[in-house]
C-alpha cells in the first residue's frame, strides 16, 4: 500500500501528564510521544518507532501505524482516549 508523504492518522489523545492531554495527528508528534513515554528496550516502541518511519515514507498506512502507536503508549502505562 502506498501512502501520501506526510500522512496523517487519526487523532490520538493521550495523558501526557496528570490531567493534562496531549492530542497527535502525525509521526513527528508520535515518536515525540513515544520518546517521552516509552521504553526504547520495549518490543511496542520498537515497533511503534518502525511505524513513525515508515507513515512518514508513506509504506506504512495510517491505521496500522495508529494501532502501533497506542499499544505502545498503553505498555508502557499511559493513558490513551481512543475511541
Known sequence: MTVRRGATIRPVSYEEKVGIFRVVTDAKGMGAALLAHCEP???HFQKAAI???TLESGETGP???RADFVAALKA??????DP
Do not use: I, K, T
Open 41 to 43: 528496550s520495549d518490543p
Open 51 to 53: 511505524a513513525c518511519l
Open 63 to 65: 491505521e496500522q501505524a
Open 76 to 81: 508502557a502505562g499511559v493513558f490513551v482516549r
